[in-house]
């Protein structure tokens, strides 16, 4: 007989996980989008309106995420991959958290800020190793670079992807974020109807939908604490939440 397949970990982020590592989510009260509004710096109309300002505030949060390190919730995922789970991560996040900490398959629903892209062609990304966009800075078909990043009210071109990553889960592990930035939030209604679901958030209770586990801690604690489980015992499972 073959070896039984590895059990299949989908784990769905948002930016409760990144804020531990210090970056800024949209909705806190201080840091970089604290004085700017979605419509000033995150749609296409503010790119066409004022673009000098669009790559101002994108280099500022690219700057961020560079001095950012990955933290606990990032590397135990990562450790859960290198033990042999396969571990799938979508996240709603722009940074590289996870990639850094480890993660080998990690999917960005809404783009990745370390690169560039063509404002005419999307699939023409180019990498940001150092610096930053400035305006004259060209993709090869000569239109203006702009952040890789998808702004409110464009599509979001990898969902697709993302759902059937969802339907393949043997357990969905939902990590820092409020379920309420769609479709994101619809990948829950993407798992098998048996296929156990995890929240893990200090806001747990009051955002899991019916049915879902609740853990009301932050990141840093309760994804290190649901791996140590997994790995004792060499499979997914949902433990007590009052548990250690």
């Given at each position: 007989m073959g070896e039984s397949p590895r059990p299949h970990l989908v784990v769905l982020t948002g930016a409760g996980i990144s804020a531990e590592s210090g970056i800024q989510t949209f909705r806190a009260s201080d840091g970089l989008w604290a004085d700017h509004s979605v419509e000033e710096v995150a749609t296409l109309e503010a790119w066409h309106r004022d673009p000098e300002r669009v790559l101002r505030f994108y280099d500022a949060r690219r700057?961020?995420?560079?001095?950012?390190?990955?933290?606990?919730?990032?590397?135990?995922?990562?450790?859960?991959?290198?033990?042999?789970?396969?571990?799938?991560?979508?996240?709603?996040?722009?940074?590289?958290?996870?990639?850094?900490?480890?993660?080998?398959?990690?999917?960005?629903?809404?783009?990745?800020?370390?690169?560039?892209?063509?404002?005419?062609?999307?699939?023409?990304?180019?990498?940001?190793?150092?610096?930053?966009?400035?305006?004259g800075d060209v993709c090869d078909k000569g239109s203006q670079l702009r952040p890789d990043v998808v702004w409110f009210g464009e599509s979001v071109p990898r969902f697709g992807e993302a759902c059937e990553i969802a339907a393949e889960a043997d357990l969905l592990l939902v990590v820092g974020t409020s379920l309420a930035v769609m479709p994101a939030a619809s990948l829950l209604d993407q798992v098998g109807m048996d296929v156990p679901c995890v929240l893990v958030d200090p806001e747990a209770h009051a955002l899991a939908p019916p049915g879902v586990t609740r853990f009301d801690q932050p990141a840093?604690?309760?994804?290190?604490?649901?791996?140590?489980?997994?790995?004792?015992?060499?499979r997914l499972w949902v433990p007590d939440p009052l548990s250690g």
């Open positions: 700057e961020q995420v560079r001095r950012a390190r990955p933290n606990a919730a990032h590397r135990a995922l990562a450790a859960l991959e290198a033990q042999g789970f396969r571990v799938s991560i979508i996240t709603q996040n722009i940074d590289d958290l996870h990639e850094r900490a480890g993660s080998r398959d990690v999917l960005h629903l809404h783009g990745e800020i370390l690169q560039a892209r063509s404002s005419v062609d999307p699939r023409l990304r180019y990498p940001l190793r150092r610096g930053g966009i400035r305006l840093g604690k309760g994804v290190p604490a649901l791996t140590r489980h997994w790995q004792r015992e060499g």
